[in-house]
């Protein structure tokens, strides 16, 4: 199994950028998808975006999308580039990692890190 480490998370105001990373461990990486997801306080857990290791193939939700940037450092890292933060982008993020598909159907993530929060103000 793979083990995930985020980092990265804090408070930030509204607009500003912030990067996350998550860094794995374990396995072999070829053939894996890294994702990330989220959970608000009060809500279900959501995807966010994903990548393949392999194919820097990206998947983004669409709340997301053109905000954030998924990406890869290497083979066991990557990142999360967050712009033009909004106060409902505040959350719990988690890393996630399956094979071989990307997809945005949670219950298909094989290992998750333990979530890093991530605060925007108003």
């Known amino acids: 199994q793979v083990q995930l480490l985020e980092s990265g998370g804090g408070t930030v105001q509204t607009g500003d950028s912030k990067s996350l990373s998550c860094t794995a461990s374990?396995?072999?990486?070829?053939?894996?998808?890294m994702a990330w997801f989220r959970q608000a306080p009060g809500k279900e857990r959501e995807f966010v975006a994903g990548m393949t290791l392999k194919e820097d193939s990206a998947l983004y939700s669409d709340s997301v999308k053109g905000r954030f940037t998924i990406s890869r450092g290497g083979t066991k890292t990557v990142y999360l580039q967050m712009n033009s933060l909004k106060p409902e982008d505040t959350a719990v993020y988690f890393c996630?990692?399956?094979?071989?598909?990307?997809?945005?159907?949670?219950?298909?993530?094989?290992?998750w890190g333990q979530g890093i929060q991530v605060t925007v103000s108003s």
């Open positions: 996630a990692a399956k094979r071989p598909f990307i997809t945005r159907d949670q219950a298909q993530y094989e290992s």
């Open positions: 374990g396995r072999a990486m070829s053939s894996v998808v």
